[in-house]
Each structure stands twice: as C-alpha cells, then as structure tokens.
C-alpha cells in the first residue's frame, strides 16, 4: 500500500496535472523554500502520525500581480516567479488544498487555510483571497474561507 506522501504526489498530479502544463506551479523542494522565504506560513500540512493527510499552499503577493494573474496577463508560474521577496503583501493566492479521501469534509483544509492566512496577516494587511479553481469542491472551500477571513474572493475564470 502506498504512503500517505505518496499518495499525496499523486492527488496532486491527478488534479494538477502540472507536468503537462508548464504554466502552473510545480512545487518541488527549492519552491518550497523560497515559498518559506516569502513567508513561512505559505505551505501547511496536516500530518497523521502516518505522514501528510493534507496539504495547503498559499502565496502572499501584491494587489499589482493578483490583477496581472487574473487578467490572464501572467501565469501562475510568473506569479509565483515575480513575487518579490521582503515586501508588503495585500493579496493572498489561495494555490491549492489537497486532502486525502478518507480525511475529507472534516475542515481540515479549512482550518490549516485559516491558520495559515492569519499569521500572514499579522504581518501583512491583506485585502484580497484569490484562487484559480480546478474542481467545484475547491470552489467551494475558496468562497466558505473567503466568508470566515472576512475578504473578498476574487477567482480566475
């Protein structure tokens, strides 16, 4: 039977799909820490005691590049690329929530999103959520956090 970081990998293929589509983000070890660099509450994981059950990227970046990404001006990798280190950030990317099958609807994406989004606002006057969505649960999850972190969501269609 595969492990839990295993089966983590392949959700995010299965969903992502970024190995065919050089426009996304492919999160690798060196992003993760230059993620860690712009602040170190973009990447959470929830781990059972087993390994990752849940997975929860954000990228704080400018109001400037949000409106560039959803405009379809840059892609997410550009995002991700031209998000300045050592700035003050006003808008949240809401990258991605992955959550193995069996630990789903238990808001644990909710929770770590939550977390995640008010220790960067203790640095950070954050003003926008927005996301990229790739399935209606994710959709979903967006507009719910959007609502409990009192900002407005904006999406890219």
């Not at 700035?87 to 809401?94: I, L, N, S």
């Not at 099958?101 to 995640?116: H, M």
């Amino acid at each position: 039977m595969p492990s839990n970081y295993e089966r983590m990998m392949q959700l995010a293929e299965d969903t992502f799909a970024v190995k065919n589509d050089p426009s996304q983000l492919d999160v690798d070890e060196e992003v993760i820490n230059h993620l860690l660099k712009i602040h170190p509450s973009t990447v959470s994981e929830k781990d059972d005691g087993d390994g990752p059950v849940a997975w929860v990227l954000l990228i704080p970046t400018t109001e400037k590049l949000m409106h560039q990404f959803l405009n379809k001006e840059i892609t997410e990798k550009e995002l991700y690329e031209r998000t300045p280190l050592n700035e003050k950030y006003d808008a949240v990317y809401f990258c991605s929530a992955m959550v193995l099958e069996e630990f789903r609807k238990k808001g644990i994406a909710k929770t770590l999103t939550l977390s995640a989004l008010e220790k960067i606002r203790e640095l950070h006057n954050i003003n926008y959520l927005f996301v990229w969505n790739f399935s209606e649960e994710g959709a979903a999850s967006s507009i719910s956090i959007a609502k409990l972190a009192a900002l407005p969501l904006l999406i890219r269609k």
